[in-house]
């Protein structure tokens, strides 16, 4: 890891902490910290919580061009404060960053973004909702209805996104659990839109097709200090259904999922109901991180293979990770997404 | 002893390659540093057509239609130059903030922020309650912070001096006339792009990394070897008592380990103490001037620590591993003779394969391809030239001997010519050690006069001026035309030479370009030529990559085409170039005007040039550029190097004459029975003790003979050869003697000194033990 990435990490701690940064874990200081039982409220939930120290809108797709060919998409936008309040001008403690690819079964397309708060460069308003960093933007009249755009040196895209189902709550009301220890996050999404855009590669555009799933999450210590990393998939089967699950790898694994029925019904399950195991490792960037993975949630009859569309969907940015498209094969079949942090380095 | 001479040789070995390695690391991120101070310039700016301040907004704006630019600051606190940077924003490698290299983000950004600078300058600007971080690698009377706090100390707040466009832009950007047409976009200043230069140097330093690993590997079997030799005649009276030969030879090996490992560690730590003391920068960031910095040090820590503990178990297995496998085959009784006499019959063998390793490397620098030919060559000369020395060595001092006439003289030939077995593995290392100097010094005093050398031709003129129109060009034109001496407008346009893209640049005819420019060839009078408009300069890329001789056309402009009159060296440039007269240049591309200039003027009054062109002409002090500054701060960083260089020579050298100590120490018992017969002839021990001082002086005067042409072998294939393998232009070589005698001297000092003692020791045997050798009870 170099020494640039090395204080990003330092500073911008969402994916620094499932790096297993030392010191990170401890210092929530004056920050405020996710209490159970608090309802969360839209619009306003849907804009920037500056009390607390990270938050994320983190949106992927699976979708499919004219000849059938998959491709998938992330767009991302961190926040991470230095200090729990807001201001405006140059001394806001407030930082952003950006994240967006694009993924084909041949090759990844990565960008980044870093800005500062409190000047315009990026920030996020809950209504009309828009959140943007420099010239990428997700926004529109109201959160279900989003245009959603990034460039980088060699890819863009522009798509729009319309909600076929209601927002969806993760945990007890939103309010999600991290480790046996206790620590949590508001953890909230919308997983039922549908997309319609143009993907541009360096062969050309592509019109495309497909869904998105939006996650929204905030806190202020996610992670237990013992914590290495974590492997989230959220999979869309061809029933209709959909389903979270997480692995917060650390000296014990620690599980969550939520099954959304496809009319929008969620169930929380509790650490230890979701089992995800590595099938296959493949090499990127220098690390071996696992492409094909066995997960189930026996409580619901799920004992699916979810192998990556593109193992090499290796995001090389600040603090690097795994993000890319999957499909589903087994007891259900479908599309899906896979974020894997904290192999190697 | 033996232990202390294991442990202590294993140690310095260790200590030389980790201290190298620190030194080289250290070297290298201030080179970074130092380019990245220099290389504001090699990205494009972006400023406010009026010349006036660029808001907020429209930074904004341009970040949001997909521009990536990062806003800059600048004005005088003080006095002192004030630079507020957004790091966030700002292009990798910008600015010498060393934001990278671990400095605290956050302390930069929040709270009261922070303020680069060196420690003079800090000094001068009084507290404003921001933390002063010392940081030499900032440029003189420069200080560098945040842009927010950089706005409040000047009082600006919410303005922006200029924009830097990022090398890669997104794919898709509104362009600037539509987001903001008060502002327009620069090119990259010319000659700041020292980048390639540096990687250069770099490789060079990596390949001196290396060549310092082979002298520790040839110390490390020294110590091994000669460690050994002492212990033949114990092994053999312990298998004479029935102990197992396999359970002996694990044994010693479990014990080497453990030794290496020890002595690897302390070798380790020396080499940090050392680099620590010789370099200032270490030294500094270990007192924790640096503060933040030391977590980009320490980064670098467990990389040292491998490898240093890598070169000391390594080594160690290779030489123990040759050792322990003549002690398994010998034979049970005849062990007692310690073997390094009978090492003579090697000879013959190293003497062919040092042929045939200089035949190896003599034929890839004749027909080798590619940088691994080049490197493989290195080597080969490297190792055959340390395998060369000793038949050398014997065979010189065969002639010496049969030259010689008086008994004694004879006597002291042969004696020393049968100890150049013993001593060989010690004056390898010699050789290798003197002939890594010689090489070091003659690359970077080459490298560094070629560097001065570029920048006096490439900034020759005191002052450098860009002007944002046509209308402040005519502005400069007529302030320097009252107070400077000479205006030279630049003036240059984009084309293709041979289908390579290069641009063609307009001279004014002035003494500045003949007096500063140097060519690689020419024609006669090349300058008189070229002013009558007869022919084209190209630079040594272009001349490279087009194939290009004196003489051969060049297309110049639309239906001219020129002959080459000569070739001049272009270290910065990635891209050809071609230059020909301003007449000529504004004939074929009369749309160009010049908005750039150099000034000249006596350097004294630079200064009120400066405030004069602020003045009436409106220039920022952003659009000049004095090269003094400029050149004094690439100065400070060879001169930083040079300390490098004398902390190699200094380690290297005390390394090689640590070996030579070992050796002298395990030879002199076993040499007693030489002695004692010549004592016996009527030489007194104070005599014999003289003549060994002398014959170690001999020994490391003729290794040093030897090791100046293979230095010099060394420097050329790393500046001749590797280097146009690797970037396509060669360095030119320059010789230093003075330099080499200097280095020559340093040697016989050290073998004197590593002789001092043993030849002290000889000098007081008592006569008891010399007369012992006659009675046969050894």
């Known amino acids: 890891m170099n020494a640039r990435t090395f204080i990003l990490a330092v500073l911008l701690p969402m994916q620094a902490m499932a790096q297993g940064f030392a010191g990170l874990g401890a210092a929530v200081e004056d920050f405020a910290v996710p209490v159970p039982g608090r309802v969360l409220e839209f619009p306003v939930d849907h804009g920037a919580h500056p009390a607390y120290r990270i938050e994320w809108w983190y949106l992927t797709a699976n979708m499919t061009g004219p000849d059938g060919t998959p491709y998938g998409l992330q767009w991302t936008l961190f926040r991470s404060a230095l200090a729990p309040r807001d201001g405006q001008g140059w001394e806001t403690p407030q930082l952003w960053m950006g994240h967006a690819a694009v993924t084909t079964p041949e090759a990844h397309f990565v960008a980044e973004r870093l800005a500062r708060g409190g000047i315009g460069q990026a920030g996020v308003e809950a209504d009309p909702f828009s959140a943007w960093i420099d010239d990428w933007a997700m926004e529109g009249p109201d959160f279900d209805n989003l245009r959603l755009r990034a460039s980088g040196a060699d890819f863009a895209y522009d798509v729009a996104l319309r909600a076929t189902g209601p927002l969806i709550t993760h945990g007890q009301n939103g309010y999600s659990v991290k480790s046996a220890a206790g620590q949590a996050s508001y953890y909230y999404s919308q997983p039922f839109f549908d997309l319609a855009g143009t993907l541009t590669l360096p062969g050309g555009d592509i019109p495309v097709t497909g869904q998105a799933w939006l996650d929204r999450e905030w806190s202020s210590q996610p992670l237990a200090a013992d914590q290495s990393g974590w492997d989230w998939f959220s999979l869309s089967f061809e029933t209709g259904d959909k389903m979270m699950g997480f692995v917060l790898r650390g000296s014990t694994d620690y599980t969550a999922a939520t099954w959304i029925s496809a009319d929008g019904q969620t169930t929380a399950f509790p650490d230890g109901a979701f089992v995800a195991a590595p099938q296959e490792w493949h090499e990127v960037a220098g690390r071996e991180v696992p492409v094909i993975w066995r997960a189930r949630l026996p409580a619901r009859g799920v004992d699916v293979t979810v192998t990556a569309l593109n193992p090499g969907a290796w995001m090389q940015t600040s603090v690097p990770y795994w993000e890319g498209p999957v499909t589903i094969s087994g007891s259900h079949e479908g599309v899906g997404y896979l974020e894997m942090t904290g192999y190697g380095d | 002893m033996q232990l202390m001479t294991l442990l202590a040789g294993l140690a310095l070995a260790t200590a030389l390659w980790s201290g190298v390695q620190a030194i080289n690391a250290e070297a290298r991120a201030s080179y970074d540093a130092a380019a990245a101070t220099l290389s504001e310039g090699q990205f494009a700016q972006i400023t406010a057509r009026d010349g006036g301040a660029i808001p907020h907004a429209t930074y904004v704006a341009l970040r949001r239609a997909g521009w990536a630019v990062s806003p800059v600051i600048e004005g005088r606190l003080e006095g002192v130059r004030l630079i507020g940077l957004e790091p966030l924003t700002a292009p990798g490698g910008l600015g010498p903030v060393r934001l990278d290299e671990g400095a605290d983000l956050g302390a930069f950004l929040s709270g009261e922020g922070q303020i680069l600078a060196r420690t003079e300058t800090l000094a001068r600007l009084s507290d404003t309650g921001a933390q002063k971080v010392p940081s030499p690698d900032v440029a003189p009377n420069t200080a560098l912070t945040d842009i927010g706090l950089a706005q409040r100390l000047l009082g600006r707040a919410g303005e922006i001096d200029?924009?830097?466009?990022?090398?890669?832009?997104?794919?898709?950007?509104?362009?600037?006339?539509?987001?903001?047409?008060?502002?327009?976009?620069?090119?990259?200043?010319?000659?700041?792009?020292?980048?390639?230069?540096?990687?250069?140097?770099?490789?060079?330093?990596?390949?001196?990394?290396?060549?310092?690993?082979?002298?520790?590997?040839?110390?490390?079997?020294?110590?091994?070897?000669?460690?050994?030799?002492?212990?033949?005649?114990?092994?053999?009276?312990?298998?004479?008592?029935?102990?197992?030969?396999?359970?002996?030879?694990?044994?010693?090996?479990?014990?080497?380990?453990?030794?290496?490992?020890?002595?690897?560690?302390?070798?380790?730590?020396?080499?940090?103490?050392?680099?620590?003391?010789?370099?200032?920068?270490?030294?500094?960031?270990?007192?924790?001037?640096?503060?933040?910095?030391?977590?980009?040090?320490?980064?670098?820590?467990?990389?040292?620590?491998?490898?240093?503990?890598?070169?000391?178990?390594?080594?160690?297995?290779?030489?123990?591993?040759?050792?322990?496998?003549?002690?398994?085959?010998?034979?049970?009784?005849?062990?007692?003779?310690?073997?390094?006499?009978?090492?003579?019959?090697?000879?013959?063998?190293?003497?062919?394969?040092?042929?045939?390793?200089?035949?190896?490397?003599?034929?890839?620098?004749?027909?080798?391809?590619?940088?691994?030919?080049?490197?493989?060559?290195?080597?080969?000369?490297?190792?055959?030239?340390?395998?060369?020395?000793?038949?050398?060595?014997?065979?010189?001092?065969?002639?010496?001997?049969?030259?010689?006439?008086?008994?004694?003289?004879?006597?002291?030939?042969?004696?020393?010519?049968?100890?150049?077995?013993?001593?060989?593995?010690?004056?390898?290392?010699?050789?290798?050690?003197?002939?890594?100097?010689?090489?070091?010094?003659?690359?970077?005093?080459?490298?560094?006069?070629?560097?001065?050398?570029?920048?006096?031709?490439?900034?020759?003129?005191?002052?450098?001026?860009?002007?944002?129109?046509?209308?402040?060009?005519?502005?400069?034109?007529?302030?320097?035309?009252?107070?400077?001496?000479?205006?030279?407008?630049?003036?240059?346009?984009?084309?293709?030479?041979?289908?390579?893209?290069?641009?063609?640049?307009?001279?004014?005819?002035?003494?500045?370009?003949?007096?500063?420019?140097?060519?690689?060839?020419?024609?006669?009078?090349?300058?008189?030529?070229?002013?009558?408009?007869?022919?084209?300069?190209?630079?040594?890329?272009?001349?490279?990559?087009?194939?290009?001789?004196?003489?051969?056309?060049?297309?110049?402009?639309?239906?001219?085409?020129?002959?080459?009159?000569?070739?001049?060296?272009?270290?910065?440039?990635p891209i050809g170039q071609v230059i020909v007269t301003e007449d000529l240049f504004r004939s074929q591309f009369p749309q160009i005007t010049a908005?750039?200039?150099?000034?000249?003027?006596?350097?004294?009054?630079?200064?009120?040039?400066?405030?004069?062109?602020?003045?009436?002409?409106?220039?920022?002090?952003?659009?000049?550029?004095?090269?003094?500054?400029?050149?004094?701060?690439?100065?400070?960083?060879?001169?930083?190097?040079?300390?490098?260089?004398?902390?190699?020579?200094?380690?290297?050298?005390?390394?090689?004459?640590?070996?030579?100590?070992?050796?002298?120490?395990?030879?002199?018992?076993?040499?007693?029975?030489?002695?004692?017969?010549?004592?016996?002839?009527?030489?007194?021990?104070?005599?014999?003790?003289?003549?060994?001082?002398?014959?170690?002086?001999?020994?490391?005067?003729?290794?040093?003979?030897?090791?100046?042409?293979?230095?010099?072998?060394?420097?050329?294939?790393?500046?001749?050869?590797?280097?146009?393998?690797?970037?396509?232009?060669?360095?030119?070589?320059?010789?230093?003697?003075?330099?080499?005698?200097?280095?020559?001297?340093l040697a016989l000092v050290a073998a004197a000194l590593a002789a001092l003692w043993p030849a002290w020791r000889l000098s007081h045997t008592p006569p008891a033990q010399l007369l012992g050798v006659f009675r046969h009870e050894r």
């Open chain 2, 162 to 573: 200029r924009l830097i466009v990022a090398n890669v832009q997104p794919l898709t950007r509104a362009s600037l006339a539509q987001v903001a047409p008060e502002l327009v976009e620069s090119p990259p200043p010319e000659g700041g792009d020292v980048a390639r230069l540096t990687d250069s140097f770099h490789l060079n330093l990596t390949a001196f990394g290396l060549l310092s690993f082979a002298v520790g590997l040839f110390i490390v079997h020294g110590a091994i070897g000669l460690a050994f030799e002492q212990r033949r005649p114990m092994v053999r009276t312990l298998r004479a008592l029935g102990a197992p030969l396999r359970r002996l030879i694990a044994l010693m090996a479990v014990e080497l380990a453990v030794l290496a490992l020890i002595a690897g560690l302390i070798g380790v730590g020396l080499g940090y103490v050392i680099a620590a003391a010789l370099l200032p920068d270490v030294a500094a960031t270990l007192r924790g001037l640096y503060g933040a910095d030391v977590a980009g040090q320490l980064s670098l820590r467990p990389a040292w620590w491998l490898s240093g503990l890598a070169i000391a178990m390594g080594g160690t297995a290779v030489a123990a591993g040759g050792a322990l496998w003549s002690l398994a085959r010998m034979p049970l009784l005849s062990g007692a003779h310690p073997r390094a006499w009978a090492m003579g019959r090697q000879s013959r063998g190293q003497a062919v394969a040092a042929l045939a390793l200089l035949g190896l490397a003599g034929t890839l620098a004749v027909w080798g391809q590619g940088l691994m030919a080049g490197f493989t060559m290195l080597g080969a000369l490297l190792i055959g030239g340390a395998l060369a020395l000793p038949p050398l060595l014997t065979q010189v001092l065969r002639w010496a001997e049969r030259l010689s006439q008086a008994p004694v003289a004879q006597w002291f030939w042969a004696d020393t010519r049968q100890q150049v077995p013993g001593l060989s593995l010690a004056l390898m290392a010699l050789l290798l050690a003197m002939a890594a100097n010689v090489g070091v010094s003659t690359m970077v005093s080459s490298f560094r006069l070629t560097f001065t050398g570029f920048l006096d031709q490439r900034l020759a003129s005191e002052l450098y001026v860009t002007a944002a129109d046509t209308a402040q060009a005519e502005a400069i034109i007529a302030v320097a035309a009252r107070d400077a001496d000479a205006i030279l407008p630049l003036l240059s346009a984009e084309v293709t030479v041979a289908g390579l893209p290069a641009q063609i640049y307009g001279a004014r005819d002035h003494a500045t370009y003949r007096e500063n420019w140097q060519f690689l060839q020419a024609v006669p009078a090349v300058w008189d030529v070229l002013a009558r408009g007869e022919g084209v300069l190209v630079n040594e890329q272009l001349y490279r990559r087009a194939g290009l001789d004196l003489g051969m056309m060049v297309p110049v402009g639309a239906g001219l085409t020129l002959p080459v009159l000569g070739v001049y060296g272009d270290y910065g440039n």
């Open chain 2, 595 to 745: 908005l750039r200039f150099g000034l000249r003027s006596d350097p004294a009054r630079v200064e009120s040039l400066r405030v004069s062109l602020r003045n009436e002409a409106d220039l920022p002090d952003t659009a000049m550029v004095d090269q003094a500054a400029l050149k004094a701060m690439s100065l400070a960083v060879f001169e930083r190097t040079f300390t490098v260089t004398t902390a190699l020579n200094v380690l290297t050298l005390a390394v090689a004459g640590f070996a030579i100590l070992m050796s002298l120490l395990t030879l002199a018992a076993m040499r007693l029975p030489q002695l004692a017969p010549v004592w016996a002839l009527g030489l007194t021990r104070r005599r014999l003790a003289g003549l060994d001082l002398v014959r170690a002086i001999v020994l490391a005067a003729l290794t040093g003979a030897l090791a100046l042409p293979l230095g010099l072998a060394l420097a050329w294939a790393l500046l001749a050869v590797v280097n146009v393998e690797a970037f396509g232009w060669r360095l030119p070589m320059y010789l230093f003697p003075l330099d080499y005698l200097r280095l020559g001297a």
